[in-house]
């Protein structure tokens, strides 16, 4: 504590005149100076460089932490992959695919990796930094759809490519889709449409719904899926209630779902969310209850194998869909369940395989564009047809950069046979069933707008 | 002039020139990237405006997050539908987090102390809620409020400005507001702050707030209403983090609910009380100090750190990697937390203090050692981290 008086008032006007002066003086004088920095023809251009960057940008902390941290074990491989070490992986098995294994375009890959927290501030600041500090090239990551979505719009804005890893949201690829980016996952709207039929065959033609729904982009656009779906093969909607994201506790949603008069629940969660509010419902008893003369039934919209495996025993008999699953027996997926289970001693879930695929992807765009160019890299990937990666044939559409693909319905295993062998694959629905065009509804309103180099 | 005026002097042309020289001196801690130096600025910007309120009347708020938010809000709305030049947008900022300051402010000063600090936690809280799901046209919830190419910016539009096939960034008269001059423009705007923050310290206002500080009863028995000085101070540091709020989203054209969130109105309590309390200089300190932990700390993994300690033995540096691996990357919350404790425990007026007992050990030259942090802090941080 200061004992010394304050002086009261010793500033004439003239002496604040003069250091406003001053002061505006010494700020402008770098700006003068730094205006532009950046001389080459596109941002964080590796030039001569003998090693080129890429950011991984996945949340390591929150709801989805246990998928981002299999996502950046995914990177992991597929820098070994690229730089030629370990076994290949799907390198060996992806077609067409220009990869030299000596890293891209020959120069060795290197990565720096950021805590998006599940956080769009979060995410921002750190993919920033990968940008502004580390220098790369290309930003992937993912697992909120929001944060991607926020992402995505930066590296536009910035001039990097992102490449999304996993988020469902169609806004991703339909109302906020931008040139820069690309997503090879799937999205809400194909789950919808894998999963009308099969749920149709399974549980009738007359079932009343209740969604619980995470209150953001994803949520929103998997219950309008959902239920566009649902509603197609007959079923009724009885209530949508939002939720928050992160919640843990989801009693105070599930006691009213008692009370109501649905007979099917329907979780539009992921992640811990996912696994709180499926546990919660089994214990709710909702499972064991009749409701409208049939069985009361939950449904998991968009499943994954790193949730099966929280939820444990939940999960058995419970439908939902997913992107890719470890125990498919194409040449691709064995040679990465491979790969990673050597590496890391489990099977890799879906989050790591789309991860791992889109680094892929980026890689040999770019040699076959022979630069690191982002709009070169964007024609080399638009309209791109490939195959060998797991999900049989695929295509980058040039409309939206989604990639458009099989779906895979799955439901949980009644009798497991391991720890991950959780989930069987009850339907491969083919490309053309998913498919919609690029002016659907539930996808208007978004524009691309023109590639951006940064520079 | 008198020798203390002199010496305001020299401490703001002294705080002026550490800021802007920012992008030379912090290149040794690999931290002048513009995006961390906007946050340093902005957040700089928060903590000033905190401590006045904080610091001279010793109100703790526990919810200054919200006015953050209002002023992002605010700036993207401006984006949205005025024009991409960010002054209206700033200018609408702090009026409208000041408004909104003064409409919670004369609620929670009805209390003091803990009563106080909970009330302004209930309200921000509120505000988070409300942006987060039930406000959703406004705030677009959990997703964000983001610019569209369909957005009408009026003025933009009736001055003619060419609508091109991608989102317009923010700018000031031409000048994009992103990278370096987005620097420029936050560290200005914290001088300026700064300057203020000095000359109301100094002024019969400040006086008043130090008086309720020390002792607001007395105050109250020669006769002074203190709820106006108190309401006014409430209402200069929210829109000060108005501000703050609306600067952020200058630099980067986005709002989201969750810089409402209770963690970030802890955030800048920490920040305050890490470079001390009541001091001009302390708090912009503090928020650097956060502000690099979060963004360079978490940025490490394993691989990096393997690059650092390679010149270790095999076996030992493994051990040691897997050691300081717990406090970097995603552990960086256990690194502050400790470091808060150390400072708290061993300096409680904050890293301001650690300065002056250093510069008496130099300046009067009575040697005075500082104790060592012990064993038994480490464990307390660990539990706060």
């Known amino acids: ?455 | 002039m008198n020798k203390s005026a002199i010496s305001d002097w020299v401490l703001f042309f002294g705080f002026a020139a550490a800021i802007l020289t920012m992008p030379v001196w912090l290149a040794p801690f690999g931290a002048n990237y513009p995006d961390l130096m906007q946050k340093f600025a902005i957040f700089g910007v928060f903590a000033i405006g905190f401590n006045i309120l904080f610091g001279l009347t010793g109100y703790l708020s526990f919810g200054h997050a919200a006015f953050l938010g209002v002023g992002s809000y605010t700036v993207v709305w401006s984006y949205k539908l005025l024009t991409m030049n960010i002054i209206p947008g700033i200018i609408f900022a702090v009026i409208v987090s000041g408004i909104f300051a003064f409409l919670i402010g004369y609620v929670s000063l009805r209390r003091s102390g803990i009563y106080f600090s909970i009330l302004t936690l209930a309200f921000a809280q509120m505000s988070y809620n409300l942006a987060y799901s039930v406000l959703t046209p406004i705030t677009n919830g959990e997703t964000g409020l983001q610019l569209t190419l369909s957005d009408p910016r009026i003025l933009d539009s009736m001055a003619g400005v060419a609508v091109t096939n991608s989102v317009p960034n923010p700018s000031v008269f031409g000048i994009k507001t992103s990278g370096l001059p987005g620097f420029y423009i936050c560290a200005v705007v914290l001088i300026i702050g700064f300057f203020i923050a000095l000359r109301i310290t100094r002024s019969p206002f400040g006086m008043m707030l130090k008086a309720i500080k020390s002792n607001q009863t007395r105050m109250a028995y020669t006769g002074f209403n203190t709820r106006p000085y108190l309401l006014w101070a409430f209402v200069i540091s929210g829109m000060y983090a108005g501000l703050a709020g609306g600067l952020l989203a200058v630099t980067d054209p986005l709002a989201g609910a969750e810089r409402m969130q209770w963690t970030a109105s802890g955030e800048v309590v920490l920040m305050t009380i890490l470079g001390g309390v009541g001091t001009l200089v302390g708090p912009v300190i503090g928020a650097v100090v956060i502000k690099y932990f979060e963004n360079i700390f978490s940025s490490f993994n394993k691989s990096e750190l393997h690059q650092v300690f390679a010149a270790l033995p095999d076996g030992l540096e493994n051990v040691v990697v897997s050691v300081t691996s717990m406090f970097v990357g995603k552990g960086w919350h256990l690194t502050l937390g400790l470091m808060f404790m150390i400072v708290v425990i061993f300096l409680p007026g904050g890293i301001m203090e650690g300065v002056r007992r250093v510069g008496r050990l130099f300046g009067i030259g009575k040697p005075k050692t500082l104790k060592p942090a012990s064993v038994a802090t480490t464990e307390q941080g660990q539990a706060n981290g």
């Open chain 1, 1 to 455: 504590m200061s004992k010394k008086k304050a002086p009261l008032s010793t500033w004439t006007r003239r002496d604040v005149l003069k250091a406003s002066a001053a002061s505006t003086a010494i700020a402008g004088a770098p700006m003068f100076f730094s205006r532009h920095a950046y001389g080459a023809d596109f941002l964080n251009n590796p030039g001569d460089g003998k090693t080129v960057t890429l950011g991984f940008n996945v949340p390591q902390s929150g709801a989805y932490a246990d998928e981002g941290a299999d996502e950046l074990r995914a990177y992991q491989l597929a820098v070994e992959h690229l730089n030629g070490e370990g076994d290949g992986g799907m390198m060996n098995t992806m077609q067409p695919s220009a990869l030299k294994g000596n890293g891209i375009l020959g120069k060795k890959v290197e990565y720096v990796t950021g805590d998006t927290q599940t956080k769009s501030d979060a995410a921002r600041a750190s993919a920033k930094r990968m940008i502004e500090k580390d220098g790369v090239v290309m930003v992937t990551g993912g697992s909120s759809s929001g944060v991607a979505i926020a992402v995505q719009n930066l590296c536009q804005e910035t001039g990097i490519i992102f490449m999304a890893g996993l988020t469902h949201s169609n806004d991703t690829t339909g109302k906020d889709k931008k040139a820069n980016g690309f997503r090879h996952f799937f999205n809400g709207y194909m789950s919808g449409a894998a999963l009308g039929p099969v749920l149709e065959k399974a549980y009738g033609k007359d079932r009343r719904t209740y969604h619980l729904t995470a209150d953001y982009t994803w949520g929103w656009t998997q219950e309008q899926s959902i239920i566009a779906s649902t509603e197609n093969i007959g079923w009724t909607t009885e209530q949508k209630v939002m939720t928050p994201v992160g919640a843990g506790d989801f009693s105070q949603y599930i006691a009213p779902i008692l009370n109501s008069d649905a007979d099917t629940l329907v979780l539009n969660h992921y992640g811990k969310d996912m696994i709180n509010s499926l546990t919660q419902s089994i214990q709710f008893g909702l499972r064991d209850k009749q409701k409208n003369g049939k069985d009361f039934q939950i449904i998991v919209p968009l499943y994954s194998r790193l949730m099966a495996q929280g939820a444990g025993e939940n999960v058995k008999g419970i439908y939902g869909s997913t992107n890719w699953h470890w125990s498919l027996q194409d040449e691709g997926s064995k040679a990465f369940v491979k790969s990673f289970g050597a590496k890391y001693g489990n099977p890799p879930s879906q989050a790591a395989h789309t991860c791992y695929v889109q680094t892929l992807l980026y890689a040999d765009a770019a040699e076959r564009a022979g630069t690191f160019e982002p709009c070169q890299i964007v024609s080399a990937l638009e309209g791109h047809k490939f195959d060998g990666t797991g999900n049989g044939p695929t295509e980058y559409r040039a409309e939206d950069h989604q990639c458009f693909k099989d779906v895979l319905v799955v439901k949980g295993k009644d009798n497991p046979s391991s720890q991950f062998d959780l989930l069987e694959v009850v339907e491969v629905t083919p490309r053309a069933q998913v498919e919609y065009a690029p002016d659907h509804e539930m996808f208007a309103g978004g524009d691309l707008g023109s590639c951006n180099n940064g520079a």
